[in-house]
Nanobody, 119 residues
Framework: QVQLVESGGGLVQTGGSLRLSCAPSGRTFNLYTMGWFRQAPGKSREFVASINWSSGNTYYADSVKGRSTISRDNAKNTVYLQLNSLKPEDTAVYLC????????????WGQGTQVTVSS
């Protein structure tokens, strides 16, 4: 069973940066794509970024493109989301998710980590 544990959220001022981490366990992830999503109060869950664990190919939502970087560390078996130039509208719970790269459905989700950007 896939388990995902996020960390790295917190309170930051506008223009600041945070690095979120996701540590997956339960299987080998070289056939998986890892994604980050976010959900703000009263809003639906929104895709942020994804990375194919095997190829390293990445994809970003327009809302964070140019301000964020998703990466993975094979040795640490960890996926990162670097968030820069943060804005108050980036405030949300950020969730890590995993799907088989051959599928479009994310099958495992973490509990989320809170990111709050103050103005």
């Amino acid at each position: 069973q896939v388990q995902l544990v996020e960390s790295g959220g917190g309170l930051v001022q506008t223009g600041g940066s945070l690095r979120l981490s996701c540590a997956p366990s339960g299987r080998t992830f070289n056939l998986y794509t890892m994604g980050w999503f976010r959900q703000a109060p009263g809003k639906s869950r929104e895709f942020v970024a994804s990375i194919n664990w095997s190829s390293g190919n990445t994809y970003y939502a327009d809302s964070v493109k140019g301000r964020s970087t998703i990466s993975r560390d094979n040795a640490k078996n960890t996926v990162y989301l670097q968030l820069n130039s943060l804005k108050p509208e980036d405030t949300a719970v950020y969730l890590c998710a995993a799907r088989r790269s051959a599928s479009n459905v994310y099958e495992a989700w973490g509990q989320g980590t809170q990111v709050t950007v103050s103005s």
